[in-house]
């Protein structure tokens, strides 16, 4: 089943603007992770968060997580038309790491020049 | 560096015809790998994975299999496809890190008609 729910499904804005996205889930995980996808290709590891961190950074991105709402967000400053692609979240539940990652079904990002 | 090969990269086949489809991996030793699909549009969900020769774990019932013969080697097959087994396949593996961050390969886009 789908743990991970992006909104909004789909963001179209300028460049230079900030993109949001969010992610909520449903059961207890062990961390959260983004991964970015261009049209036709694989996914992309952007950014890990832990489930016992708040905040974090990477370069133009920022991911927060609130375990209490079970909600994560993900915020590209500066958006370049090169940020256009699909941003999803993935989340792995206390199941010991190896059994693979749930999926959202992605916010797709447009950047207009 | 880890490297991850798929192939074929497109592939066109016709429902009821058997499938075969390859990933290998470079650059790591007894790593975790992963099979999911993605429809068009949508998530990924996760297929099968594989912690080590021979052990396949499946998450969802199917008409498609697994198997690992080499440490580096994870095919996906089908004796008889149906429609509904269209969508791009990743195949992904987990590295050195104990939290899960995925290396996703370039993909397989399987259309079945």
């Known amino acids: 089943s789908q743990q991970g729910e992006e909104d909004p499904q789909a963001l179209s804005i300028q460049e230079g603007e900030n993109a949001t996205m969010n992610c909520s889930y449903k059961?207890?995980?062990?961390?959260l992770q983004w991964y970015r996808q261009n049209s036709g290709r694989g996914l992309v590891h952007l950014i890990l968060?832990?489930?016992?961190?708040r905040e974090k950074h990477s370069g133009r991105l920022r991911v927060t997580l609130d375990t209490s709402k079970k909600s994560s967000s993900l915020l590209i400053t500066a958006s370049r038309a090169a940020d256009t692609a699909s941003y999803f979240c993935?989340?792995?539940?206390?199941?010991?790491?190896?059994?693979?990652?749930?999926f959202g079904k992605g916010t797709h990002l447009i950047i207009q020049p | 560096s880890q490297t991850i090969h798929q192939w074929p990269a497109t592939l066109v086949q016709p429902v009821g015809s058997p499938l075969s489809l390859e990933c290998t991996v470079e650059?790591?030793?007894?790593?975790?790998l992963y099979w999911y699909r993605q429809a068009a549009g949508r998530g990924l969900q996760l297929l099968f994975y594989?912690?080590?020769?021979?052990?396949i774990s499946s998450e969802v019932p199917q008409n498609l299999s697994a198997s690992r013969p080499q440490d580096r080697q994870f095919i996906l097959s089908s004796k008889k496809l149906l429609l509904s087994d269209s969508g791009f396949y990743l195949c992904?593996?987990?590295?050195?890190?104990?939290?899960?961050?995925?290396?996703f390969g370039p993909g397989t886009r399987l259309t079945v008609l």
């Open positions: 993935a989340t792995d539940a206390f199941r010991g790491g190896a059994d693979g990652l749930t």
């Open positions: 059961t207890s995980i062990n961390n």
């Open positions: 968060i832990r489930s016992n961190e």
């Open positions: 650059g790591t030793s007894n790593p975790n």
């Open positions: 594989s912690v080590g020769i021979g052990q």
């Open positions: 992904a593996l987990t590295g050195a890190s104990s939290y899960n961050e995925q290396f």
